[in-house]
């Protein structure tokens, strides 16, 4: 039987209609919490969504448990808006578990960057989570029991050509994740579980995000070579991560055991920064 350690708690996980932030989503219910699902994506790639995280929790389970709430997190208002629907949804406490996960990317050199998408990387990769956070981690501190994992990247602790706005995010959110952690350090008990701010911060995970860079490495080959080429280049172990491998990590940053595991970024990354 699988551990629901989260029982009563919710959680919100920016990002999860796919990729990475689905299967942190459907990992955090199987663990027990009441899940507020976020991200872009049609009908059917939310229904899917849903469907799966309910399927985590264990079948047949109602809007009460699982839920999709809508917003662009370009927009500081409509971040504003979905957490109080949040909150309410939870019953006015807000949530006890904050992942933001949502992410984009566009590698080309900083020179031939355009001002528009450096913008939107900047306010989906770092600027969502200031105001995620700004808005959660009251609730958190008084309640005396938070978690907030922030999933940066190795390019939170490293660079790469062609990547200036999402090393700038990624290395900005380990930052605020680090002034976040001081500034709640002392909030709660060892026996409440504390409020604790971390990073996660993979190398290369199997997701949508990443098929481009495969793509660009293919030279006329196959999708395994382009993978092949991409591993070589920085992730000595030569694997991908899967999505729920990232998520374990995530999982077990909230459990109260973990309560003085906070200010910390977690390279997920075959030996990608050990180098
Ligand atoms: P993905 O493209 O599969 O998922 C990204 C999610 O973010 C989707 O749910 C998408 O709808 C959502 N999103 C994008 N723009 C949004 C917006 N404006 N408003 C709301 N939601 C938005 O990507 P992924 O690989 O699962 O990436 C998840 C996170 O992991 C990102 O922060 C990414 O930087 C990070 N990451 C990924 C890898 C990798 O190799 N895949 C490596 C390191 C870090």
């Given at each position: 039987?699988?551990d629901?350690f989260l029982?009563?708690?919710?959680a919100?996980?920016?990002?999860?209609t796919?990729g990475?932030?689905?299967?942190?989503?459907?990992a955090?219910?199987?663990?027990?919490?009441?899940?507020?699902?976020?991200?872009l994506?049609?009908?059917?790639?939310?229904?899917?969504a849903l469907r799966?995280?309910?399927?985590?929790c264990?079948?047949?389970?109602?809007?009460?448990?699982?839920?999709?709430?809508?917003a662009?997190?370009?927009?500081?208002g409509?971040?504003?808006?979905m957490?109080?629907?949040?909150g309410?949804?939870t019953?006015?406490?807000?949530?006890?578990?904050?992942?933001?996960?949502?992410?984009?990317?566009?590698a080309?050199?900083?020179v031939e960057?355009?001002?528009?998408k450096?913008?939107?990387?900047?306010?989906?990769?770092?600027?969502?989570a200031?105001?995620t956070m700004?808005?959660?981690l009251?609730g958190m501190?008084?309640?005396g029991?938070?978690?907030?994992?922030?999933?940066?990247s190795v390019?939170?602790?490293?660079?790469?050509a062609?990547?200036?706005?999402y090393?700038?995010?990624?290395f900005?959110?380990?930052?605020?994740?680090?002034v976040?952690?001081?500034?709640?350090?002392?909030a709660?008990s060892r026996d409440?579980?504390g409020?604790?701010?971390?990073?996660v911060?993979p190398?290369?995970?199997?997701?949508?995000?990443?098929?481009p860079?495969?793509?660009a490495?293919?030279?006329?080959?196959?999708?395994?070579?382009?993978?092949?080429?991409?591993?070589g280049e920085?992730?000595?172990?030569?694997?991908m991560?899967?999505p729920?491998?990232?998520?374990?990590?995530?999982?077990?940053?909230c459990r109260?055991?973990?309560?003085n595991?906070?200010g910390a970024?977690?390279?997920?990354?075959?030996?990608?920064?050990?180098?």
């Amino acid at each position: 039987m699988s551990d629901t350690f989260l029982a009563g708690r919710s959680a919100l996980v920016t990002g999860s209609t796919s990729g990475i932030g689905l299967a942190i989503a459907q990992a955090l219910a199987a663990a027990g919490a009441r899940i507020a699902i976020n991200g872009l994506g049609d009908a059917d790639q939310v229904a899917h969504a849903l469907r799966t995280v309910r399927e985590a929790c264990g079948g047949d389970i109602d809007e009460a448990r699982v839920r999709h709430f809508d917003a662009d997190l370009r927009r500081p208002g409509a971040i504003d808006t979905m957490m109080v629907a949040v909150g309410e949804w939870t019953g006015g406490d807000g949530v006890d578990v904050l992942v933001n996960n949502a992410g984009i990317q566009h590698a080309v050199p900083l020179v031939e960057m355009p001002v528009g998408k450096w913008d939107d990387i900047l306010a989906v990769n770092l600027s969502a989570a200031f105001h995620t956070m700004r808005l959660a981690l009251p609730g958190m501190a008084s309640r005396g029991f938070g978690r907030v994992v922030n999933i940066a990247s190795v390019h939170g602790l490293v660079a790469s050509a062609n990547k200036a706005s999402y090393v700038a995010s990624k290395f900005g959110i380990v930052g605020l994740s680090k002034v976040a952690a001081l500034e709640h350090a002392a909030a709660g008990s060892r026996d409440s579980g504390g409020v604790t701010v971390n990073c996660v911060c993979p190398g290369w995970v199997e997701t949508e995000l990443i098929e481009p860079q495969i793509t660009a490495r293919r030279d006329g080959g196959s999708r395994e070579d382009g993978v092949r080429a991409l591993l070589g280049e920085k992730q000595p172990s030569l694997r991908m991560s899967l999505p729920e491998d990232i998520a374990s990590m995530v999982v077990w940053l909230c459990r109260r055991e973990a309560h003085n595991v906070t200010g910390a970024s977690f390279p997920i990354d075959g030996g990608w920064t050990a180098q």
